[in-house]
């Protein structure tokens, strides 16, 4: 399966430690495809028509959950709404929270 990865995504902050910067909806996908993904943390907004909420989107429709979900943005409305569509879909062993990116995860 290979190492597991923690993703960060996001178009203006640095990462959490030992997260790996992914800025858009498609380099984010491409990892999510390999599919050894353990933590993702998701910003809504990303300064393009793609957002965080397409990324949740696109974990429902293909099944692809990591362990861990957390939502950092500044946005509420938008960090509510991909809190709301994973946990309406996703298995309930998966850890789902909205964080603020000033307390950080770890």
Excluded: W
């Amino acid at each position: 399966m290979g190492t597991l990865i923690k993703i960060f995504l996001d178009d203006l902050r640095q990462p959490f430690k030992g997260f790996q910067l992914v800025k858009s909806y498609n380099e984010c996908v491409k990892l999510l495809d390999v599919r050894n993904v353990e933590v993702i943390s998701l910003d809504h907004d990303l300064g393009s028509k793609k957002t965080g909420y397409d990324v949740a989107m696109y974990m429902v429709k293909n099944d692809n959950y990591p362990k861990q979900i957390y939502i950092h943005s500044a946005n509420p409305v938008g960090a509510q709404n991909i809190y709301q569509l994973i946990k309406r879909y996703c298995p309930d062993h998966i850890e789902v929270k909205i964080i603020s990116y000033l307390n950080g995860i770890i």
